[in-house]
């Protein structure tokens, strides 16, 4: 088994309105297997072990789909690896005698709850904003009287992998959030069943959006930080689509 | 005992009967709903999908989950599929073929009304989940496709790419952050219960604590929904995600209701083997890669080639040799048991050799390489990111682990437990699956619960408490609950001991696993007997847990989840010890056929077993249901 050893800086924050700052520790005899998590793992029950709280960070699944984890790594929003969540960034990926800086994401609208854990509930508000389909339990017709052509299914599929992680925020220059938005966007609003509430769902959303967040100026970092690359395209439709719900919302409304 | 263990399923055919009984069903008016509150514990498929209906319906409802939102509960990693009875490919599957292949498949250990019930459901659920959008896997006409999965003859599962479970959640969730929107749902994230109120026999209401200021709360209700999940941690290795607990069932146990079958566990065949010590969990791959994939081990323990360097002749394909029929694609339990019983052999594979081959080179042959991308490029790059493999290259390496839980909260016909008020959905309860559980089931069992089932049948308990009040807070009940729950968060802080939970976890998981696992018998179990005990008592005496209880504080969370976990873990030990017979998932080493496949007894056990909590240091009282089969005949399994 092949082991490395590794210098961390670590954010430590007792909490919400506590001054935070970095702490170095030495990460010894890593197993390259590991995952980054696992590593930090192995940190806090040496930490546990001289008496030092636990470094706080979240997960749960452990294979990059619940997006509960997400730390920045060198600065970079999940770390180094592309289309990978810090979960399942191994480190084989890294090298012995690295130094490794590891931060929470930094927005201000996802303020800092402990060391490396954030709170990301505007993503939940853009959701409750609009995010659904209005369709009561009991209410559906059968499935495949909808038939959806498998190209846009696919397309609407690609945006609905969005794991909710808030890394295209942590990763932007302004804190936006368009591409999480988009993305929950998208995949309603390119299906049938999306259609009947697309404009006011797009509208809701993107202006709950920017009651929270900043606003985006086409970087790109986001979708570089992605961990299921969720492409920019989703913006510039979601960006088309907001324009127009201004006008379809209101004729909806019996005001053209 | 509170209530009874009546399972209360109503008369006629089977095929009739919830039919009937939604017929004979009390209502609630529409315009009284709103007049019942109910708190609905956990937001994964089965809590999200009954807080939504229920909101939908116009009751007040209280929605929790320790998570920071909905989105993330454990359904999220859902892979393979969702079964239903559509029969859109015309193969001749049908509501009662489905219902006969889970009874089947659960080894005659459930409930055959309950089972009819979910296969009715499970058509519906295909319907509601593509009305909210979820983007099942079409076909280029853009109708829906279906593929088949573990076990199964015919093709009837739906599946989303490889990520089935979090499309159904983002379905689920999404209509559950509707009715949020609506006002009908409160939701409170980052919020754990912590026991359950039960006054005049009745569950009335839930303790709390807010996991990031610390504060513990009382929630009173008309009635309290569980849907916590299952307790796959309890082995501290298993493929659930590192939260996944039993907190919430094992408190409602504690307060009176009866917990059933807990040793019925649930071992994947297709996960990657562990790599160390510091492994934190186990990652499964669908099994649907078991359609194309090949498994097998070298035939010569002492074998170093390369796998592709080793001749046919001297490879051991032990599931295809022994089960001609159905060959890779028997049962979990069946393919997991056998793939344990060669690497018990020392034929295991990987630098642990505590693996077998799942070799892609015949489908890759036949089908090409852009084939097996299309169908498995993800769980492939999975494979690759976790192992640092490449598996178009070489065969991957897999090994069982526990994956799931059919053991649970006992429930009635309508999904109420013994304790009038408390109903159980999705994987804390124990319905449906018997003793295993067949591959795309959970899922179904979930969404028909929450949507299909409960919000029928709530009404029929709600209904007579018309006009009547939820126990206020400050009533001496929830008094006595909320100070008791204090007491322990600050014994934990207290003990200042030396060791860490998780390292108490670990100890605990690896007594289940080598016990309580893939094959029991009897001199193991009562070794757990024994251990778990002692283990318990050292970690009650020597487990740290820094920092305070206010604010974050994950340890501090673990040590009471783990501490749950120790009592169940005796619990399934002696439910394995007491039940001699081999049936699905529990395989007792004493009850075998000549070839070695797990041996029922019916005449003995053709019941399910449902314990009732003495106390701590009692021993727990075992009560019975016996399972009548009317529709499905009692056979030997057979996957030869
Ligand atoms: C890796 C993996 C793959 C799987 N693939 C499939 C598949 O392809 N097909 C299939 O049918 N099944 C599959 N399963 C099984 C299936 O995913 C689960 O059985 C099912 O999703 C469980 O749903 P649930 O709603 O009952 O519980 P969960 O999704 O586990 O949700 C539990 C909820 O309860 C909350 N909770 C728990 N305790 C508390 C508490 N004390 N206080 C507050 N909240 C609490 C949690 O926050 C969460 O919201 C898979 C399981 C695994 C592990
Ligand atoms: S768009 Fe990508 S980065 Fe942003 S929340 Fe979704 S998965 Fe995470
Ligand atoms: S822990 Fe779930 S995505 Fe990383």
């Known amino acids: 088994m092949n082991t490395i050893n590794l210098t961390l800086e670590v954010w430590r924050q007792s909490g919400p309105a506590a001054d935070?700052?970095?702490?170095?520790?030495?990460?010894?005899?890593?197993?390259?297997?590991?995952?980054?998590?696992?590593?930090?793992?192995?940190?806090?029950?040496?930490?546990?072990?001289?008496?030092?709280?636990?470094?706080?960070?979240?997960?749960?699944?452990?294979?990059?789909?619940?997006?509960?984890?997400?730390?920045?790594?060198?600065?970079?929003?999940?770390?180094?690896?592309?289309?990978?969540?810090?979960?399942?960034?191994?480190?084989?990926?890294?090298?012995?005698?690295?130094?490794?800086?590891?931060?929470?994401?930094?927005?201000?609208?996802?303020?800092?709850?402990?060391?490396?854990?954030?709170?990301?509930?505007?993503?939940?508000?853009?959701?409750?904003?609009?995010?659904?389909?209005?369709?009561?339990?009991?209410?559906?017709?059968?499935?495949n009287l909808i038939p959806v052509p498998k190209e846009t299914a696919d397309a609407a599929f690609d945006a609905a992998a969005c794991i909710g992680c808030g890394a295209c925020v942590a990763a932007c220059p302004n804190s936006a959030a368009q591409l999480f938005t988009s993305a929950k966007i998208q995949h309603l609003n390119l299906l049938p069943q999306g259609q009947a509430e697309r404009w006011k769902r797009t509208e809701a959303m993107v202006e709950t959006m920017e009651q929270f967040f900043g606003s985006c100026t086409n970087h790109g970092e986001c979708t570089e930080a992605c961990p299921k690359e969720i492409p920019l395209d989703f913006i510039a439709y979601t960006n088309r689509d907001y324009v127009k719900s201004k006008i379809k919302n209101r004729k909806l409304a019996g005001q053209s | 005992m509170i209530g009874s263990l009546d399972p209360r399923v109503p008369d006629g055919p089977v095929a009739d009967k919830w039919t009937n009984h939604k017929f004979d069903m009390k209502l609630v008016n529409p315009a009284n709903k709103r007049k019942f509150e109910v708190i609905v514990v956990g937001t994964g498929l089965a809590g999200a999908s009954a807080a939504a209906s229920l909101g939908e319906l116009g009751y007040r409802v209280k929605a929790l989950t320790y998570h920071d939102s909905?989105?993330?509960?454990?359904?999220?990693?859902?892979?393979?599929?969702?079964?239903?009875?559509?029969?859109?490919?015309?193969?001749?599957?049908?509501?009662?073929?489905?219902?006969?292949?889970t009874v089947k498949g659960g080894d005659y250990r459930s409930r055959e009304a309950n089972v009819y019930r979910?296969?009715?459901?499970?058509?519906?659920?295909?319907?509601?989940?593509?009305?909210?959008?979820?983007?099942?896997?079409?076909?280029?006409?853009?109708?829906?496709?279906?593929?088949?999965?573990?076990?199964?003859?015919?093709?009837r599962t739906f599946y989303a790419r490889g990520q089935t479970g979090q499309q159904l959640l983002l379905g689920a969730y999404s209509a559950l952050m509707r009715q949020v929107a609506a006002g009908t749902v409160d939701l409170l994230t980052r919020t754990e219960m912590l026991d359950l109120v039960v006054e005049d026999g009745r569950a009335v209401g839930i303790v709390t604590r807010d996991l990031l200021t610390g504060e513990i709360a009382s929630?009173?209700?008309?009635?309290?929904?569980?849907?916590?999940?299952?307790?796959?941690?309890?082995?501290?290795?298993?493929?659930?995600?590192?939260?996944?607990?039993?907190?919430?069932?094992?408190?409602?146990?504690?307060?009176?209701?009866?917990?059933?079958?807990?040793?019925?566990?649930?071992?994947?065949?297709?996960?990657?083997?562990?790599?160390?010590?510091?492994?934190?969990?186990?990652?499964?791959?669908?099994?649907?890669?078991?359609?194309?994939?090949?498994?097998?081990?070298?035939?010569?323990?002492?074998?170093?080639?390369?796998?592709?360097?080793?001749?046919?002749?001297?490879?051991?394909?032990?599931?295809?040799?022994?089960?001609?029929?159905?060959?890779?694609?028997?049962?979990?339990?069946?393919?997991?048991?056998?793939?344990?019983?060669?690497?018990?052999?020392?034929?295991?594979?990987?630098?642990?050799?505590?693996?077998?081959?799942?070799?892609?080179?015949?489908?890759?042959?036949?089908?090409?390489?852009?084939?097996?991308?299309?169908?498995?490029?993800?769980?492939?790059?999975?494979?690759?990111?976790?192992?640092?493999?490449?598996?178009?290259?070489?065969p991957m390496r897999i090994y069982p682990a526990i994956h799931y839980t059919m053991g649970g909260l006992w429930v009635d016909y309508d999904l109420m437990s013994n304790v009038p008020g408390l109903f159980v959905l999705g994987e804390?309860?124990?319905?449906?699956?018997?003793?295993?559980?067949?591959?795309?089931?959970?899922?179904?069992?979930?969404?028909?619960?929450?949507?299909?089932?409960?919000?029928?049948?709530?009404?029929?308990?709600?209904?007579?408490?018309?006009?009547?009040?939820?126990?206020?807070?400050?009533?001496?009940s929830f008094r006595a609950v909320n100070a008791e729950v204090a007491e322990r968060t600050r014994h934990w802080l207290e003990i200042k001991g030396t060791r860490s939970v998780d390292w108490f976890h670990r100890e605990l998981g690896k007594i289940c696993w080598d016990n309580i696992g893939m094959a029991r018998n009897s001199a193991g179990l009562e070794k757990a007997l024994s251990e778990i005990p002692a283990l318990r008592?050292?970690?009650?005496?020597?487990?740290?847990?820094?920092?305070?209880?206010?604010?974050?504080?994950?340890?501090?969370?673990?040590?009471?989840?783990?501490?749950?976990?120790?009592?169940?873990?005796?619990?399934?030990?002696?439910?394995?010890?007491?039940?001699?017979?081999?049936?699905?998932?529990?395989?007792?080493?004493?009850?075998?056929?000549?070839?070695?496949?797990?041996?029922?007894?019916?005449?003995n056990f053709a019941h399910s077993a449902a314990w009732e909590w003495t106390g701590s240091d009692t021993e727990p009282i075992r009560h019975t249901e016996a399972l009548e089969f009317e529709n499905v005949a009692l056979t030997q399994r057979s996957y030869k």
């Open chain 2, 70 to 101: 909905p989105r993330r509960a454990h359904s999220i990693s859902a892979q393979g599929g969702i079964n239903a009875a559509k029969n859109y490919q015309n193969d001749g599957d049908s509501v009662f073929r489905l219902f006969y292949d």
């Open chain 1, 20 to 143: 935070g700052g970095f702490v170095t520790y030495e990460a010894n005899d890593v197993a390259e297997d590991m995952s980054f998590l696992e590593m930090l793992d192995l940190v806090n029950e040496q930490l546990i072990a001289t008496g030092e709280e636990p470094i706080e960070f979240e997960s749960d699944c452990r294979e990059g789909i619940c997006g509960t984890c997400g730390v920045m790594i060198n600065g970079k929003a999940h770390g180094p690896e592309k289309a990978t969540a810090t979960c399942q960034l191994h480190m084989r990926k890294f090298d012995d005698g690295d130094h490794i800086v590891v931060e929470p994401w930094r927005a201000t609208s996802f303020p800092i709850i402990k060391d490396l854990a954030v709170d990301r509930s505007p993503l939940d508000d853009i959701v409750t904003a609009g995010g659904f389909i209005g369709v009561n339990t009991g209410s559906a017709p059968d499935a």
């Open chain 2, 219 to 394: 929630h009173s209700a008309h009635a309290v929904v569980l849907a916590t999940g299952g307790y796959g941690n309890v082995y501290y290795l298993s493929t659930n995600a590192m939260a996944c607990n039993v907190t919430a069932a094992w408190r409602a146990h504690r307060r009176g209701a009866l917990f059933a079958n807990p040793c019925y566990t649930q071992i994947h065949p297709t996960c990657i083997p562990a790599s160390d010590e510091f492994q934190s969990k186990l990652t499964l791959m669908s099994e649907s890669l078991r359609n194309d994939g090949r498994i097998w081990v070298p035939r010569d323990p002492d074998e170093t080639r390369m796998a592709k360097d080793i001749p046919e002749a001297e490879r051991y394909y032990f599931l295809e040799e022994k089960y001609p029929a159905f060959g890779n694609l028997v049962p979990r339990d069946v393919a997991s048991r056998n793939a344990k019983t060669v690497v018990d052999q020392g034929l295991g594979v990987g630098p642990l050799k505590n693996g077998v081959y799942l070799d892609f080179a015949v489908a890759r042959e036949r089908d090409g390489v852009e084939s097996i991308r299309a169908k498995y490029g993800n769980l492939f790059d999975m494979y690759e990111r976790i192992t640092g493999e490449d598996p178009y290259e070489r």
């Open chain 2, 428 to 476: 804390a309860n124990f319905s449906d699956h018997g003793a295993n559980r067949l591959g795309a089931s959970a899922l179904m069992q979930g969404l028909a619960d929450g949507y299909f089932v409960l919000p029928y049948t709530i009404g029929n308990y709600l209904a007579p408490l018309l006009g009547t009040n939820p126990l206020p807070t400050d009533h001496e």
């Open chain 2, 537 to 603: 008592e050292e970690f009650h005496a020597d487990v740290r847990i820094l920092g305070g209880d206010e604010g974050l504080n994950t340890s501090l969370e673990k040590a009471g989840r783990v501490s749950d976990f120790f009592e169940l873990a005796e619990l399934m030990a002696r439910d394995a010890l007491t039940r001699e017979e081999s049936c699905g998932g529990h395989f007792r080493e004493e009850s075998q056929t000549d070839e070695g496949e797990a041996l029922r007894d019916d005449d």
């Open chain 2, 118 to 155: 979910l296969a009715e459901a499970s058509v519906d659920i295909i319907d509601q989940a593509v009305a909210q959008g979820v983007p099942f896997a079409r076909e280029y006409g853009g109708l829906l496709d279906n593929r088949s999965f573990g076990g199964a003859q015919v093709s």
